[in-house]
């Protein structure tokens, strides 16, 4: 027990006095850039002659291996963007890396380390945010076409740096909006979808850098014909034409006839049946008498 102890002694002796310990006197606070702007994240050391000292690119939400970027005055990555410069001040060393033409990927963690021993890594790290526009997922809802009273979820995902505000707008094409037309946040759910909310709706992503984002959609009801008569009651002298007319609502496209006298009626010499769309998914048949 007692040899142990004294070649342990003797260890911490080696350390403390042959070794000068490295430290990282001074870091770069984080860092906020635009896109195709510049950086230079600066890590001063000191005592570090006998090691080497590293920047490493970590990811924000780790979801790739941190890497080596750089180790002492040598870049590890091809990449014309970056550049690492050392300057020697006193007693200190500064390790300078420089980012040019700043891209969205260039968001993440950039760490300063000096490996000492396996067990023994000394690091001070810099965040670098991105300020880019904002860009909405493709996995964000596209157009539907759905049954009258189903559920229907408008899902809108974005991203861009500073986060963006998500909202969903309905668009009047030419249907009177009976129901709310925007929605704040990016999950617009419809409990029960009505023929009057087929139409447009548009997602807008915005974060007060660049444009806002925008992805239309439309959504189609299918919904069962709904005929209404402008005319009960119609009155004509003999010999001259009339216009018998009725308003079908439907989507999609019904089949349309016309009977009279349990007989269904067709295009000869006395009557003339016409067809007249009206907006997009209403049409109004026109029946006239020749
Ligand atoms: C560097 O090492 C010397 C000798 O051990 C020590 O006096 C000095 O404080 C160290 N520098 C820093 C910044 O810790
Ligand atoms: C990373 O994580 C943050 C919060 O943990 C989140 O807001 C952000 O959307 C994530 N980024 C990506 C690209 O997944
Ligand atoms: C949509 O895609 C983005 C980016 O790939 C992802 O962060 C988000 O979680 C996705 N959303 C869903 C619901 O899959």
Known sequence: MKIVHGVLSMLCFNLAYSHMTPVI??????????????????????NSSNYYVLWMKLDLNKSIEPFLISFKNTLNIKDSRLSIIQDSMMDEIRYTLQINDIQEFD??????????GLHNIISAEVELKVRGPPMIHENSTASMVVMEGQQVTLECYARGYPSPRIYW??????????????????????????????????CIAANGYGKPSRRRIAIQVEFAPIITVPKRNLGQSLHNDMDISCNV???????IIWINNNVQL?????YRLVTTYLIVESLRLLILFL
């Open 25 to 46: 006197t001074h870091i770069l606070p984080n860092q906020i850039k635009d896109i195709g702007g510049a950086t230079e994240m600066a890590c001063t050391v000191s």
């Open 107 to 116: 968001t993440g963690i950039y760490r300063c380390q000096i490996v000492i």
């Open 169 to 202: 707008k309905r668009e009047n094409n030419g249907i009177l909006l009976a129901s709310r037309s925007i929605f704040k946040g990016n999950i617009w759910k419809i409990p029960a979808i009505r023929k009057e909310d087929r139409g447009s709706y548009t």
């Open 249 to 255: 609502e439907a989507y999609p496209s019904p089949a």
């Open 266 to 270: 067709s295009n000869n010499r006395h």
